[in-house]
């Protein structure tokens, strides 16, 4: 029986995984190249290079603006046609105990793309709800921490999703999210046809992460994700 990788190989393949498959299927036109390396406070960290200075969701700046300096730095590793943009990152102690992680999916909060030329995507079905004239632009953000001196049950999950730009909008979720499941539910949720599925063909699922949600976070409405 061959011994399992550790967590940061598996993540590092699933990244590269998604990847390829979002190229492959027209969805995506742009990347940064994900690598492991050695991250602050002696972190093993799996990440693109933009990182060190990439603008925080955090900030107290309009979406708008946020977006704007993200896209003139580069500061995603996939970036979808109609001008979304993907973000990972995950931070280790060592090669299998993951500390940190965030997943961001940020849209493109004017769509220029398509008002400038619509009909370039108008016959193309994963994109009929996001120029949608009743959507509305939300950002989203998967995180992971489990330092003990920022979970505080229900109010700060290990794990959670969060919102729009809401501070404290923190959704428990079980487990730290993996690229696969991330970019699944972001396909599922934003990219789907009427009659049509965006994932058929997505590569399989390669890492299971610890459970993390605590008796009373499962009794409230939470994310439920795969998990040991």
């Known amino acids: 029986m061959s011994k399992r990788k550790p967590a940061v190989e598996l993540l590092k393949k699933e990244i590269e995984d998604v990847t390829v498959f979002l190229v492959g299927k027209g969805l995506v036109d742009d990347q940064n190249l994900v690598a492991r390396r050695p991250g602050m406070n002696g972190y093993v960290a799996l990440e693109a290079n933009y990182w060190a200075d990439a603008p925080r969701m955090q900030e107290k700046i309009p979406y708008s603006e946020l977006y704007a300096r993200l ?84 109010l700060h999950p290990v794990s959670h999703l969060t919102l729009g730009q809401y501070p404290n909008c923190r959704i428990a979720a079980s487990a730290a999210i993996t690229p696969y499941h991330f970019i699944e539910f972001v396909l599922r949720s934003f990219y789907r046809g009427k009659t049509t599925l965006p994932t058929d063909g997505l590569p399989a699922a390669r890492a299971v992460m610890p459970q993390t949600i605590t008796d009373g976070e499962r009794a409230l409405v939470h994310i439920s994700l795969p998990c040991n």
Not at 84 to 101: I, N, P, W, Y
Not at 126 to 150: H, M, Q
Request: aromatic residues 14%; hydrophobic residues 40%; without cysteine.
């Open 71 to 154: 896209a003139e730095s580069r500061a995603y590793d996939l970036k979808f046609l109609d001008g979304a943009f993907v973000q990972f990152r995950f931070l280790f102690r060592d090669a299998d105990t993951l500390a940190k992680s965030e997943l961001r999916f940020l849209p493109s909060p004017t769509l220029v793309t398509f008002q400038e030329d619509p009909e370039l995507y108008l016959h193309d079905e994963p994109y009929g709800d996001v120029i949608d004239k009743r959507a509305v632009t939300v950002p989203l953000r998967f995180d992971y921490d489990d330092s003990e001196d920022v979970v505080k049950e229900v």
